[in-house]
C-alpha cells in the first residue's frame, strides 16, 4: 500500500500550540507562542543568561502569593475553557515575580459546544488532579490550598460559563 504515514507528532504539537495560543489570547500567563512547523513549535524564552526555573527548582521567598497566582492562572484557563491536566511545579515557571504554566500535551479544551459536556466530564478529575497538586506543593510551605474547596467553586463557575 502507498501512502504517507500520519504525522503523530505534528498532530500532537499542533494541538499543544493550538491550546498555548488560546491560552495566551485569553490572558493566562504563559510564554508568549511563536510559531510552528511540523512536530515543533517556538515560544518566547523566559530568563536572562539562564533559563527561568521551575517552581520546583526554588525556594520560594513568597509562598502565599505564588500559590494565589497560581490558583489564579488556574481560573483563567477555565475562562477559556481549558483544563491543564498535568498541572505541578514541574509545569510551573517562575520568572520576574510571576508564575507561568507551560506543557500542554495533556491539557482539555471544552471551547467546542459540540462536544462541551463530553469534555468538561473528561476534564473534571484532571482539574481536580491539578489543585490537589498545588495543594501538595503548598503545603511544603505551610500555605493552605484546599484543593476540594476551589474545586467545587471552580466546578460552579465552569457550569455557568459552558452553558
Known amino acids: 500500500m502507498v501512502g504517507y504515514?500520519?504525522?503523530i507528532m505534528?498532530?500532537?504539537?499542533?494541538?499543544?500550540?493550538?491550546?498555548?495560543?488560546?491560552?495566551?489570547?485569553?490572558?493566562?500567563?504563559?510564554?508568549?507562542?511563536?510559531?510552528?512547523a511540523d512536530n515543533m513549535f517556538t515560544m518566547r524564552y523566559l530568563?536572562?543568561?539562564?533559563?527561568?526555573?521551575?517552581?520546583?527548582?526554588i525556594e520560594l521567598e513568597q509562598p502565599q502569593e505564588v500559590a494565589d497566582q497560581a490558583i489564579c492562572l488556574v481560573e483563567k484557563m477555565l475562562d477559556a475553557f481549558i483544563v491543564h491536566g498535568d498541572l505541578s511545579e514541574y509545569n510551573l515557571v517562575y520568572w520576574d515575580g510571576r508564575v507561568f504554566v507551560i506543557d500542554f500535551p495533556q491539557a482539555v479544551d471544552f471551547s467546542s459546544r459540540v462536544s462541551r459536556?463530553?469534555?468538561l466530564k473528561e476534564a473534571e478529575p484532571l482539574l481536580l488532579r491539578d489543585l490537589t497538586n498545588l495543594q501538595n506543593y503548598?503545603?511544603?510551605y505551610d500555605v493552605t490550598v484546599n484543593a476540594e474547596d476551589e474545586y467545587h467553586r471552580l466546578l460552579k463557575k465552569i457550569e455557568t460559563i459552558a452553558e
Do not use: N, Q, S
Open 5 to 7: 504515514a500520519v504525522d
Open 10 to 36: 505534528g498532530a500532537i504539537a499542533a494541538r499543544e500550540f493550538t491550546i498555548l495560543d488560546k491560552a495566551y489570547r485569553a490572558g493566562v500567563p504563559v510564554p508568549t507562542p511563536a510559531r510552528r
Open 47 to 57: 530568563g536572562d543568561e539562564g533559563k527561568a526555573p521551575l517552581l520546583k527548582d
Open 117 to 119: 459536556h463530553r469534555l
Open 138 to 140: 503548598f503545603a511544603k
